[in-house]
Antibody, heavy 120, light 108 residues
């Protein structure tokens, strides 16, 4: 059974770059027809899609974050990663990684989420 | 950008009640609409995809309907484990994803 696990620093200073990695276990990130996404949720608020990547390396980003976001994939490590630059307190949130089947336009498997706080 | 709204923002219901949540898109999204359930401190769980298809393993008391701009999620008989927040999410055009603001279902 495929599982996703986020990892990375829980505290990032303002203006720095937030970096997170999602490790896929129980299956190959390259098998099947899936895209791999990052989604975040500030405390007590709703969900915001950040972006997605295919194992080919093709990406789509949320227009509101596009100038600051880079998502990459390392198929040899069965991982994909998020970099968000020039962070502010508004980027404080729980960050989730998720899998999306091509056929559904949805996110069917999620990581447990990791809390990232932006503070000096 | 396509905006999503949900109504109500919260509701109180009793076990056994029939519950309906509405999601509306700012423009037509065909059937590119999904529903999630989220419990406190947990990741969202996919319930319904493509407006009306039940995700594997999800109880049949959950159903979805609609197309175009107006969609509904119905819980036919609310169970204790169904008290949670529900989000709709659109995926149109492909590569663009937006979530609704959520509907919190709590115990009356």
């Amino acid at each position: 059974q495929v599982q996703l696990q986020e990892s990375g620093p829980g505290l990032v200073k303002p203006s720095q770059t937030l970096s997170l990695t999602c490790t896929v276990s129980g299956g190959s990130i390259s098998s099947g027809s899936y895209y791999w996404s990052w989604i975040r949720q500030p405390a007590g608020k709703g969900l915001e899609w950040i972006g997605r990547i295919y194992t080919s390396g093709s990406t789509n980003y949320n227009p509101s974050l596009k100038s600051r976001v880079t998502i990459s994939v390392d198929t040899s490590k069965n991982q994909f990663s998020l970099k968000l630059s020039s962070v502010t307190a508004a980027d404080t949130a729980v960050y989730y990684c998720a899998r999306g089947p091509y056929s559904k336009g949805a996110f069917d498997i999620w990581g447990q989420g990791t809390m990232v706080t932006v503070s000096s | 950008d396509i905006q999503m709204t949900q109504s109500p923002s919260s509701l109180s219901a009793s076990v056994g009640d029939r519950v309906t949540i509405t999601c509306r898109a700012s423009q037509s999204i065909s059937s590119y609409l999904n529903w999630y359930q989220q419990k406190p401190g947990k990741a969202p769980k996919l319930l319904i995809y493509a407006a009306s298809s039940l995700q594997s393993g999800v109880p049949s008391r959950f159903s979805g309907s609609g197309s175009g701009t107006d969609f509904t999620l119905t819980i036919s008989s609310l169970q204790p484990e169904d008290f949670a927040t529900y989000y709709c999410q659109q995926s149109y055009p492909p590569g663009h994803f937006t979530f609704g603001p959520g509907t919190k279902v709590d115990i009356k």
